[in-house]
């Protein structure tokens, strides 16, 4: 579903991501833990198109995104990829509904399948409410809606629960895994909570030398 080979990212004379090798198969939920500011976000944006590498590749569902113009790159982003993030993202003057249906009305899909969505994330009769009128943990329940909404072949979350106390980050995980689930998608979640991390099919470790599986004592250990 996704591999990403030799890739390399520098900022200025900083290296930060050098001769990465990942590979995600479809359907695949994986966990990547690490330091802050050692590269979890650049490696998530590479995968999403939204920076590129200084070399490298990334291939998503067999397309070496490399080759793609910028229309072209888009499309695929919109199509296949989901993305949820630690500050949930949601546009304020969109009611929740409006907020869900974003990716469809992009996509020219029905938009009707927004107000299903927020009711599989427990808010259902809530689409005409704006999302100032939400805890972090529904905001974050929303998220998720969208970001799965147009049903995704690739999930990227960034800290989803990181923005939550424990107890709501736990509910959130545990939907944001059963919707991966209930989709058949790919997921990378990037976390700092073992917990989250525990739920995933592997954990990956990122440091200086790579990405390197880990076992889940060792991610609590951490
Ligand atoms: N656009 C950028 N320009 C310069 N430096 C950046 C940029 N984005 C990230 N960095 C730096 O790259 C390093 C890795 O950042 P990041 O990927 O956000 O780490 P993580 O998500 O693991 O905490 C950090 O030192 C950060 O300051
Ligand atoms: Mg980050």
Redesign the pocket.
Request: charge should be negative; proline fraction near 4%; charged fraction near 20%.
């Given at each position: 579903m996704l591999e990403c080979r030799a890739l390399r990212k520098s900022?200025?004379q900083?290296a930060?991501l050098t001769q990465l090798d990942f590979q995600l198969a479809a359907g695949e939920y994986v966990a990547i833990m690490?330091?802050?500011?050692?590269?979890?976000?650049?490696?998530l944006n590479l995968i999403a198109g939204l920076d590129v590498p200084d070399s490298g590749s990334v291939f998503i569902a067999g397309t070496d995104t490399s080759t793609l113009n910028d229309d072209q790159a888009t499309l695929l982003r919109r199509q296949k990829l989901g993305f949820i993030f630690q500050a949930f993202h949601l546009l304020p003057h969109l009611t929740l509904h409006q907020n869900v249906a974003l990716p469809l009305i992009l996509n020219h899909l029905p938009a009707d399948r927004a107000s299903q969505m927020l009711a599989a994330v427990g808010l259902s009769g809530r689409d005409d409410d704006f999302p100032r009128q939400l805890s972090g943990g529904e905001m974050q329940r929303v998220a998720i809606a969208r970001a799965l909404v147009h049903k995704p072949q690739l999930i990227l979350a960034?800290e989803p629960t990181g923005n939550l106390d424990p107890e709501t980050a736990q509910e959130v995980l545990q939907l944001l895994k059963n919707e991966i689930r209930a989709s058949h998608a790919s997921a990378i979640i990037?976390t700092h909570s073992p917990a989250a991390a525990a739920t995933a099919d592997r954990i990956l470790l990122?440091t200086r030398s790579g990405l390197r599986e880990i076992s889940a004592a060792e991610a609590g250990l951490k």
């Amino acid at each position: 579903m996704l591999e990403c080979r030799a890739l390399r990212k520098s900022y200025g004379q900083r290296a930060i991501l050098t001769q990465l090798d990942f590979q995600l198969a479809a359907g695949e939920y994986v966990a990547i833990m690490g330091d802050s500011g050692v590269g979890k976000s650049s490696l998530l944006n590479l995968i999403a198109g939204l920076d590129v590498p200084d070399s490298g590749s990334v291939f998503i569902a067999g397309t070496d995104t490399s080759t793609l113009n910028d229309d072209q790159a888009t499309l695929l982003r919109r199509q296949k990829l989901g993305f949820i993030f630690q500050a949930f993202h949601l546009l304020p003057h969109l009611t929740l509904h409006q907020n869900v249906a974003l990716p469809l009305i992009l996509n020219h899909l029905p938009a009707d399948r927004a107000s299903q969505m927020l009711a599989a994330v427990g808010l259902s009769g809530r689409d005409d409410d704006f999302p100032r009128q939400l805890s972090g943990g529904e905001m974050q329940r929303v998220a998720i809606a969208r970001a799965l909404v147009h049903k995704p072949q690739l999930i990227l979350a960034d800290e989803p629960t990181g923005n939550l106390d424990p107890e709501t980050a736990q509910e959130v995980l545990q939907l944001l895994k059963n919707e991966i689930r209930a989709s058949h998608a790919s997921a990378i979640i990037v976390t700092h909570s073992p917990a989250a991390a525990a739920t995933a099919d592997r954990i990956l470790l990122l440091t200086r030398s790579g990405l390197r599986e880990i076992s889940a004592a060792e991610a609590g250990l951490k």
